[in-house]
């Protein structure tokens, strides 16, 4: 199985400032990429999708992809004490299985 | 918004009896899956499930766990004969046919004694 590697954090920012998360991939032929959010005790949301190299953006979300270094990120600007949660990195393997990484747990301090 | 509806939200269970965990999918979505999440783990594929048939399952679902769609609506996962170690969060999850990424139920929290 391909395999989709998180910082498990904690990664701990102060209110207001710019979250940066990060993720890495083995697959080199993946096309699409998913970020989720997932509370405590509760289901992953999605957030953001991308699929084309470069940057997408959100509200305070964007995502970043670089495809020739198998990475894709997630910025949050302007962080609230709500986006304290586990940001889980997708990827999709074949038609339709996504592959989760361990996850990065934020901590926004305010 | 539309949501993805799962029940019960917490099933126990003694070691060697079955469970069905239900699900109800988003009404226009074509595809179904369930993934599980052992605590303090990564979320796991089980099974995907398109026209009506399995169109993909990985190492875990094996010959105890099946899956149906009784009635068009419903989408269940039965576990025939549970052990220690099936104990997870249980995600049913729908994706419609723009591919956008899934929609995850709230999840059957079970716990095998």
């Known amino acids: 199985q391909k395999e989709v590697e998180q910082n498990s954090g904690p990664l701990s920012v102060p209110e207001g400032a710019i979250a940066s998360l990060n993720c890495t991939y083995s697959?080199?032929?993946?096309?699409?990429f998913f970020w989720y959010r997932q509370y405590s005790g509760k289901s992953p949301e999605l957030i953001m999708f991308?699929?084309?190299?470069g940057d997408k953006e959100d509200g305070r979300f964007t995502a970043q992809l670089n495809k020739a270094s198998q990475y894709v990120s997630l910025l949050i600007r302007d962080s609230q004490p709500s986006d304290s949660a586990t940001y889980l990195c997708?990827?999709?393997?074949?038609?339709?299985?996504?592959?989760f990484g361990q996850g990065t747990r934020l901590t926004i301090n305010p | 918004e539309p949501e993805v509806t799962q029940t019960p939200s917490h099933q126990v269970t003694q070691m060697g009896q079955e469970v069905i965990l239900r699900c109800v999918p988003i009404?226009?979505?074509?595809?179904f899956y369930w993934y599980r999440q052992i605590l303090g783990q990564k979320v796991e594929f089980l099974v995907s499930?398109?026209?009506?048939?399995?169109?993909?399952k990985s190492e875990i679902f094996d010959d105890q766990f099946s899956v149906e769609r009784p009635d068009g609506s419903n989408f269940t996962l039965k576990i025939r004969s549970t052990k220690l170690e099936d104990s997870a969060m249980y995600f049913c999850?729908?994706?419609?046919?723009?591919?956008?990424?899934?929609?995850f139920g709230s999840g059957t929290r079970l716990t095998v004694v």
């Open positions: 499930f398109y026209n009506n048939e399995i169109s993909e």
């Open positions: 997708a990827v999709k393997e074949g038609a339709q299985k996504l592959v």
């Open positions: 697959d080199r032929g993946s096309q699409s």
């Open positions: 999850a729908s994706m419609g046919l723009r591919n956008y990424g899934y929609t």
């Open positions: 991308i699929y084309s190299n």
């Open positions: 009404s226009n979505h074509l595809y």
